[in-house]
């Protein structure tokens, strides 16, 4: 029904920056939840951090990891979020996943290599 489609994703040095981006092939009416998650390899997907967009300007939530160096934001009329990702370490070596979830059924992009290494 809608698909998800991300970019950004690269190689970084660590201590670098990266942006990445997820928008809806069409446009959606309801959207609840906005979030991006990862998944390295041999481990299990986290969330990174989502958004709420039931209020003007949502309201954010982050993992403990990313806290104060990555930051989600929305643009409600290109049905697009983004992530923007600081002081990059090696631990965030992973494939990043958007998320949007509008109740009762929730869409995954097709994820994006993130790659931070000297």
């Known amino acids: 029904q809608v698909q998800l489609v991300e970019s950004g994703g690269g190689l970084v040095q660590p201590g670098g920056s990266l942006g990445l981006s997820c928008a809806a092939s069409?446009?959606?009416?309801?959207?609840?939840?906005m979030g991006w998650y990862r998944q390295a390899p041999g481990k299990q997907r986290e969330l990174v951090a989502s958004?709420?967009?039931?209020?003007?300007?949502?309201?954010?939530n982050y993992a403990d990891s990313v806290k104060g160096r990555f930051t989600i934001s929305r643009d409600p009329a290109k049905n697009t979020v983004y992530l923007q990702m600081n002081s990059l370490k090696p631990e965030d070596t992973a494939v990043y996943y958007c998320?949007?979830?509008?109740?009762?059924?929730?869409?995954w992009g097709q994820g994006t290599q993130v790659t931070v290494s000297s």
């Open positions: 998320k949007v979830v509008t109740w009762p059924v929730t869409y």
């Open positions: 069409r446009s959606i009416d309801s959207i609840n939840v």
């Open positions: 958004i709420t967009t039931v209020t003007t300007g949502g309201s954010t």
